[in-house]
Nanobody
Framework: QVDLVESGGGLVQAGGSLRLSCAPS????????LGWFRQAPGKEREFVGS????????NYAASVKGRFTISRDNAKNTLYLQMNSLKSEDTAVYYC???????????????????WGQGTQVTVSS
């Protein structure tokens, strides 16, 4: 079992920045592919970004590419999502997720992720 705890959400004005963090309670943190997803009110959950074991491979949703950066610090067992140039449409609950241990490929498919955090609210005011 892997517990994921997100932090860093809040209220920010459009054009501003936030950095989300996720701290999995997992041994061998570096062997989990990690991702960020979000869900806005009344909408389905959507993929934001994912990152490989070493951080050398990342992929992003088209809607955030160039504005958001996913990264990880395996020494600190922490996943990050740096969000810049925020827009009102980025308002959502953001979830950290982890694939099962042993899977090495990044994925944009929510069903590929076995462990999920409780989420952190990000609200962008226009």
């Amino acid at each position: 079992q892997v517990d994921l705890v997100e932090s860093g959400g809040g209220l920010v004005q459009a054009g501003g920045s936030l950095r989300l963090s996720c701290a999995p309670s997992a041994r061998a943190f570096s062997t989990y592919v990690l991702g960020w997803f979000r869900q806005a009110p009344g909408k389905e959950r959507e993929f934001v970004g994912s990152i490989s074991w070493t951080g050398s491979i990342t992929n992003y949703a088209a809607s955030v590419k160039g504005r958001f950066t996913i990264s990880r610090d395996n020494a600190k067992n922490t996943l990050y999502l740096q969000m810049n140039s925020l827009k009102s449409e980025d308002t959502a609950v953001y979830y950290c997720a982890a694939r099962d241990q042993g899977y090495s490929k990044v994925s944009s498919v929510g069903d590929d992720y076995k462990y999920w955090g409780q989420g952190t609210q990000v609200t962008v005011s226009s």
